[in-house]
């Protein structure tokens, strides 16, 4: 199911999300650019309770935040070239360490994504004030 | 007497080492070797692209270049410096440990650089007149900030993005417009043929500038992205491969002066505010003309603007031996645990608004 929700909504969505989040979970994020990636995971580690806005991590790949329980990081695979460029990531180190792993692209990693706990897709929407949210 | 300075560089895609020497008045570039993910490709796509285990196998012949442009060999070093962080921590690790071996078996003293205090230093190499205090403006792929710079090694964070970093912005745009990676060239290119004005895109923060609040110097270019995918979605066609060679120049200017507007206006405002005569642009977005000539423009009479040449805005290990040769000469030194980190902050930084003492 596809919620067409506002921007404001996407970012309560995420708040909740990341304030009820368990330890330790990997989370994925699909969609085109401009679908509402960054807004939603700027709400969710707003929810995990670092202060410093979420920036993109298109360009380092990893992103790491100081959360209330432990670290955050929020990788973006979209620069992949190939899966194979994945095994780079130190998914295990990320995983050990991360109170949150959440991950953009996540389908450019191939194998090399850990199992996410929820995967989540995000829909451009002819309503343009809306971006749609898909828990896949 | 001279002294010779090695820099090394692997926090990301780019694999560089760069010989500085450096006398009482002033550090000059002597060698510099910068092997990029292109040249790997070039290289008939053997090579695993990917930072780490592309930095380890040409680490050893990009730091042997440099010595040989230089004219000079390892025992005639002085001191080794070394990317630190920010950066992907496998990526800054093979240079992080390549450096620290080189200085303990050469026994020289080992200093840790901040990526981005390097980019401040980049254009110390061609214009030694660039002396703080000066306003600075970090725009690439990953970064997009402005300092206020009143001394070396004491920096004020103004703002930064709050999302997409402008580099960022121009690849993609770059990507939605069928250009090739990096965009910023592509784009500053297709846009000289664009018509001005036939595509208005949102200046994100803009206004911003006007008031005294925590986003005055704050940037954002995730929803400028979001617009000009709009755009092309709406063009006749509706498609990439439909649009016609006049409206993807035209789109490029009107994203290009967009970007670009917010940049020099929170710049300017900036060199105002603090009374400043100099500026500096640091970063791959700093190869881009348009923006240096439009800031140009607007500080005129009032400042000077500082920007390095293009392969040294973009990553580069001849910044780091600035910065690092700076420092080792304060007398400066990393220890044997000298860490590569993914957050390394920039030394010696204030936030933009500083945190009041803890309550009585």
Known sequence: MIRPLTQDELRAEGETLGRALPPRTVLAFE???????????????????????????????????????????????????????????????LLAEGDAVLVEWPERAGPWLPAPARRFRLHHLPDESRRGLEAL | ??????????????????????????????????????????????????????????????VERALADAGIGLSRLDGVTVTAGPGLVGALLVGVMYGKTLAFSLDRPLLGVNHLEGHLFAPTLEDPELVPPFVGLLVSGGHTMLLDVPAWGEYRLLGQTLDDAAGEAFD??????????????????????????????????????????????????????????????????????????????????????AVNEVLVAKTAAAVDALGYSTAMVGGGVA???????????????????????????????????????????????????LEARDDLPLPGLVAPQPVSGPDA
Not at chain 1, 83 to 93: N, T
Not at chain 2, 6 to 12: A, D, M, N, Q
Not at chain 2, 24 to 29: I, Y
Request: hydrophobic share 40%; proline share 5%.
């Open chain 1, 31 to 93: 969609g085109e650019l401009g679908a509402g990636k960054t807004t939603f995971i700027q709400a969710i580690v707003r929810g995990l309770g670092v202060s410093t806005p979420a920036t993109s991590p298109t360009y380092a790949l990893v992103h790491r935040y100081r959360g209330r329980r432990g670290p955050v990081f929020h990788l973006d695979c979209y620069r992949l070239r190939s899966a194979d460029e994945a095994a780079d990531l130190d998914w295990e180190g």
């Open chain 2, 1 to 62: 007497m001279a002294e010779w300075v090695l820099g090394i560089e692997t926090s990301c895609d780019e694999t560089s080492a760069a010989v500085l020497r450096r006398d009482e008045s002033r550090a000059e570039l002597a060698g510099l070797s910068i092997l990029s993910q292109d040249v790997h490709r070039i290289f008939g796509g053997v090579v695993p692209e990917l930072a780490s285990r592309a930095h380890v196998q040409v680490l050893g012949s990009v």
């Open chain 2, 172 to 257: 993609k745009v770059a990507k939605l417009l069928g250009l090739g990676y990096p965009g910023g060239a592509p784009i500053e290119r297709l846009a000289r043929e664009g018509q001005p004005g036939r595509f208005r895109f949102p200046r994100p923060m803009l206004q911003e500038v006007e008031r005294d609040g925590p986003h005055r110097y704050a940037f954002s270019f995730s929803g400028l992205k979001t617009a000009v995918l709009r755009t092309v979605q709406r063009s006749p066609g509706g498609e990439l491969t439909e649009l016609d060679h006049q409206t993807r120049a035209d789109i490029a200017w009107g994203f290009q002066d």
């Open chain 2, 287 to 337: 190869c881009n003309r348009a923006l240096v000539a439009r800031l140009r423009e607007r500080l005129a009479s009032r400042a000077r603007v500082s920007v390095a040449s293009p392969r040294l805005n973009t990553d580069n290990a001849a910044m780091i031996a600035a910065a690092g040769a700076w420092r080792l000469a304060r007398g400066e030194r990393s220890g044997w645990d």
